[in-house]
Every structure is written in structure tokens, then in C-alpha cells.
């Protein structure tokens, strides 16, 4: 099995683990966090998509690469927004909790 | 299309480079300074509007500009179609409209600095700017970032009072948000893994049907449509855009909802013409349909006159994706094809102006009574005739009835329905517009009813914001008078196999 196929199956493996838990965890830490993880899965396929550019005869295609120092900070960004708008929320109500979703 | 930055591609930097100046500059000189750097750039974003606009008129053509002069797929396109021409003198039009009627509720601080105010027109330049990137961004990723920006500034603008409740439906929003960024960015990469660019047209070109273009589009369009709240996705909308201030919600629900829409609209008609499945596209108008029935039969149950037009937003984005099954795939012998089209989009921009002006106005409502009970209403038709006399126009739109903007997008999907022999679409429009005439029949008769005892405004309401309020609303209704030459704008710069028999 080749680098790349490793690569390429851990980062859907992070993708279906971070939609799972996104999806049955009502706590909104948890789906940030659950966020973080499929985007460290879609950024592992940036890596195996570069690489694979590679078979070219290039030594790695640069153009996901520079995607993806935009979409971590991009997804840095949202992120902290988040846990702003959470810590915010715990301030004011003194739950972390969004209640229909519980 | 052209393969090089056209004459007049630098109105399309200006377009976001205008807001973005706006947003450094309102942050650099602090609160006191912000309303007045908006207002002042106002006027200036409009113009480069209407340039635009001009422009893609004139020369029967795209705007197209390369930024640094790299061709794609290295560099990245800027592309104004007439569909991003549109939208863009629509956005223009609205954030000029909104900015005039906010001004007495976020007015410069005089003394102390206060945030809101600052946070307001400083966001209010972010969205327009995030929007002018969406309209005519030409990458997938270029729009990806786009698309982020428009929620970031998006979503604090929820949660301005910093209620509890507000920030609550400010974190839910971003949370829907981000499932949906990252399932779009997900879709992209697999493209690029797949095809090797991002750039729409060269992109359009090299797609053809495979499992991975399926997979890719289908998390593209799933992610699309949990930022454009189309049920069942609806769940963040209705607190958020309620909650906001009347301002705010105008943006949200006129304009931040619609960025989303014209995504998948550029991925199904402009990146994929020949691919989609009407399988695929049934299951859109399903899901539309869906939304237009929910959504006008939850607003017919709520009390707070707010709450009622967040319902009626995710009602309306329904009609949006009804567009799908009638459009796609015109070479299979869809001649309609592009009457849906144009019907869907002119619900679009129509629904943009309705809704901006209907939230608006409950906001001056509620401004005046202190409340927004529905079932305290009464006398205030009296007491705010011009206001609400444009809620009535809108929900004329909304309804679908002549003469409107909303009628003549509601007539075109119709006669599609019809003539594709899709009568179950017809069927769904009719229903909606029949509900939508009882939520808004609901609101007007008691509003115009004579209360028992004599009604106490709490503040009086300036005859400007008013008429700003009533201008909007009849935008809504004079679309409806626009004759169908205008509406060739925007086809100008579709792909010339989708558009059929209207030129």
C-alpha cells in the first residue's frame, strides 16, 4: 500500500470520526471540536491530493499547499469565533448548552 | 468568454476592495467614525454597482479580471456574469437602503465610545464585501474563503445586544455554518485531487461524470444548503434571523441566505452544465417543496410578528431550489429550462427586497409598541400607515401576487411546471402562495384593525426611515413591471447549451 492510499484512508477515517461525533454530540464544544477534526481530515487530503500531483514528475504540486496554510487559517478563525461565542454564552447563562439540541 | 482581464475588470476589485477599505478604516478610527465611513462609501459601492451592471450590459459579456495578471488555473478569475451583475446592484441597493434606515438605531457615540455601533457598520461593509467576492469569485476555493468571510461577519451581527438567547442562536448558526464550509471545502479538494483545477470554466470543461465529480458535488451542494437554511436544515434560522436587530435581519435574510443559493447555482449550471441528474434535482425541489410547506404553515402558528417572517424566509428559500427540477439538463428536451431559471433568480433578488423591507418594517413596529406580539397589534395600522403599508407590499411579493416581483417569478416556475409536465411543482407553488396570503392577511388584519383603547407609541417614528422602508418594498413590486428585455441581463455569460429559447 502506498503512502499516499495510507494518507488518503487515515483522513477520511478523521473525516467519518469528526461527522460522526459532529452529528451525536449535543454539547457545542464537542461539534467544535468534531469540526477541527474533519478539517484535519479535508487538510490531509490536501497533502495527499499534492502528493499525488507529484506523479507528474514534480516534486509536490505547490497549489494545495497554499490552500491549505489559507484553510487552517481560515478554520483557526472560525474556531475562535466559536469558543468566543461559547465562553459568551457560559458567561451570560452559565451553561455551555444549546437547549433544543440537547 | 475572454481569456484576459477585460476593460472595466478593475470595477470588480473595486467592488471588494471599496467594503474592505471601509472596514480597515472604521477600525482604525474607532466608533465615532464608523457610521460616517460607511455612509460615505455607500454611495461609491453603488456606483461601481451599477458600472457593472453597465458593463456587462454593454458589451453583451462577461467583466473578467486576473488577479496579478497569472492566467488560471494558477492565478485566480474574477468573473461578472449577468447573474453576478444582478445580485450585485441588488446587494448594492439593499446595504444603501439598510444603511439609511440604521442610522438613528446605531447613531455615532457622541461621548463614550459604545461598541455597537461600531460593530454594526463595521460589519455591514464585511458582509457587502463577502458578498461582492462571492458574486464574482471564479475559484472554487477563492469562493470557499469568500464564503467564510460572509459568515464571520454574518454571524455577530445575530447576537449585537449579546442577549443570551441571541448568542445561543448566534453559536447555533455558526456551528450549521461551519458543517456546511467544511463539507464544501471537502468537495473542492476533491475536485482539484480529480481535475487539477479550481477555476470554474476550465473546470466546467474537464468534468464528467464519475463518482468522484458525484461524490464532490454532492458535499458541495449538502454544505451549500446548510448555510442557506433549505429544510431540513432549517433549524438555525428562524432564532437568528428573529433575534437580530430589524437592521441585521434585514441583511441576513434578504441577502446573507441568498450567497449560498448562487453557489449552487453557479456549481449545477455553471461548473457542471451537462452533468446533473434529474434524480438529483428532484431531490432539491423535493426539499424545496418541503421548506415551502413547513415553513408557511409554522408562520401561520407563531405570535411574534419577527419570529413569523424568519418562518416565511425559510418558506421563500423553498421556492429557490423549486428552480432545479425544472431547469436542469435543457438538452434532453427541456425547452422551459430557462424560464425556471430566470423565474428562480428573479425570486431571488425579489424576495431580497420583499423581505429586507417586511423586517424592516416589524422593526419599527416593534420600535413604537415596545413589542412585536401579533395579537397586540391592533391600531397600529393607524398609527404607522407608510409601514405598514409596506409590509403589505412585500407580503404582496411574497404571495405572489400581481403586480410584483414575486408574481413574475412565481409565473415563470409555473408556466415550467406546467409545460415540463412537472404539475406537482405547480401545485406546491400555488399551496405556498395561498399560505403565505394567510400569514400576511393575518399581520395586516390585525394591524388594521381599530384597538379598544387608544394606542401609546412608545417613541414616534421619523417619515425618512419610513419612506426608506416603503422605497424597498416598492423595488419588490416594480420588478414585477420590469418587461423580460432586462431580464436577458442575466443570461449574458451562461454557458450557451443551457440557454434555450429565450434570446
Not at chain 2, 478569475?77 to 444603511?99: H, V
Amino acid at each position: 500500500m502506498s503512502s499516499v492510499t495510507v494518507y488518503g484512508l487515515c483522513s477520511a477515517v478523521l473525516v467519518g470520526l469528526g461527522l460522526f461525533s459532529l452529528i451525536v454530540h449535543p454539547q457545542p464544544l464537542r461539534k467544535i471540536l468534531a469540526f477541527n477534526l474533519i478539517g484535519g481530515g479535508v487538510f490531509l487530503l490536501f497533502g495527499v491530493v499534492a502528493r499525488r500531483g507529484a506523479e507528474g514528475g514534480f516534486g509536490g504540486d505547490p497549489v494545495p499547499q497554499a490552500l491549505v496554510i489559507t484553510g487552517l487559517v481560515v478554520a483557526f478563525a472560525a474556531t475562535a469565533l466559536a469558543v468566543a461565542l461559547l465562553l459568551r454564552l457560559f458567561q451570560e447563562t452559565g451553561r455551555a448548552t444549546l437547549r433544543s439540541d440537547g | 468568454m475572454p481569456n484576459s482581464t477585460t476593460a472595466g475588470g478593475f470595477l470588480l476589485v473595486l467592488a471588494i476592495v471599496l467594503p474592505v477599505v471601509g472596514v480597515l478604516l472604521s477600525l482604525a478610527l474607532g466608533g465615532r467614525h464608523a457610521e460616517r465611513v460607511a455612509l460615505i462609501l455607500m454611495p461609491a459601492g453603488l456606483a461601481v454597482a451599477v458600472a457593472i451592471a453597465a458593463g456587462v450590459w454593454r458589451t453583451d459579456n462577461v467583466l473578467q479580471y486576473f488577479v496579478g495578471g497569472w492566467d488560471p488555473p494558477l492565478g485566480v478569475a474574477f468573473r461578472a456574469d449577468g447573474l453576478s451583475a444582478a445580485m450585485i446592484l441588488t446587494a448594492a441597493l439593499l446595504i444603501c437602503g439598510i444603511g439609511l434606515f440604521a442610522r438613528t438605531q446605531f447613531p455615532s457615540p457622541q461621548e463614550v465610545e459604545t461598541r455597537a455601533p461600531l460593530v454594526f457598520w463595521t460589519l455591514l461593509l464585511a458582509v457587502w464585501g463577502a458578498l461582492n467576492a462571492v458574486f464574482i469569485g471564479g475559484d472554487l476555493f477563492n469562493l470557499y474563503v469568500a464564503l467564510e468571510l460572509l459568515t464571520f461577519a454574518a454571524v455577530p451581527l445575530v447576537c449585537l445586544d449579546g442577549r443570551p438567547e441571541t448568542l445561543a442562536a448566534a453559536l447555533r448558526y455558526l456551528l450549521f455554518a461551519l458543517l456546511g464550509s467544511i463539507l464544501y471545502l471537502l468537495g473542492a479538494v476533491l475536485l482539484y485531487g480529480a481535475y487539477g483545477t479550481l477555476d470554474i470554466v476550465l473546470l466546467s470543461g474537464r468534468i464528467h461524470p464519475a463518482p468522484v465529480a458525484w461524490v464532490a458535488i454532492s458535499l458541495m451542494t449538502t454544505g451549500l444548503l446548510a448555510k442557506a437554511a433549505l429544510y431540513p436544515f432549517h433549524l438555525w434560522l428562524p432564532p437568528a434571523h428573529a433575534g437580530a436587530p430589524a437592521p441585521a435581519s434585514a441583511i441576513l435574510s434578504g441577502l446573507v441566505v441568498k450567497a449560498p443559493f448562487f453557489l449552487v447555482v453557479r456549481l449545477w449550471f455553471d461548473v457542471m452544465p451537462r452533468m446533473p441528474e434529474r434524480a438529483a434535482a428532484q431531490v432539491l425541489g423535493i426539499l424545496g417543496a418541503a421548506a415551502i410547506l413547513f415553513g408557511s404553515v409554522v408562520a401561520l402558528r407563531q405570535m411574534r410578528l419577527k419570529l413569523l417572517i424568519a418562518y416565511s424566509t425559510v418558506a421563500q428559500i423553498g421556492y429557490l431550489f423549486l428552480m432545479f427540477p425544472l431547469a436542469v439538463r435543457p438538452e434532453t428536451g427541456n425547452p422551459w429550462s430557462t424560464v425556471a431559471w430566470t423565474g428562480g433568480v428573479l425570486q431571488a433578488i425579489s424576495h431580497a427586497f420583499a423581505k429586507a423591507a417586511m423586517f424592516m418594517a416589524a422593526g419599527l413596529i416593534a420600535e413604537a409598541l415596545g413589542h412585536d406580539r401579533i395579537s397586540g397589534l391592533a391600531g397600529i395600522g393607524r398609527a404607522l400607515p407608510i409601514t405598514v403599508f409596506a409590509f403589505g407590499l412585500g407580503g404582496l411579493s411574497l404571495m405572489g401576487l400581481p403586480p410584483s416581483g414575486g408574481f413574475v417569478a412565481k409565473a415563470m416556475l409555473l408556466t415550467a411546471a406546467v409545460a415540463a409536465g412537472q404539475w406537482w411543482w405547480a401545485v406546491v407553488v400555488l399551496t405556498g402562495g395561498l399560505l403565505a396570503g394567510g400569514y400576511v392577511f393575518l399581520v395586516l388584519a390585525r394591524a388594521l384593525s381599530d384597538s379598544s383603547e387608544p394606542l401609546t407609541l412608545l417613541s414616534t417614528i421619523s417619515p425618512s426611515r419610513q419612506a426608506v422602508v416603503v422605497v424597498l418594498a416598492l423595488c419588490a413590486v416594480l420588478l414585477g413591471f420590469v418587461p423580460l428585455r432586462p431580464l436577458e441581463l442575466l443570461q449574458i455569460g451562461r454557458p450557451a447549451t443551457v440557454v434555450v429559447g429565450f434570446r
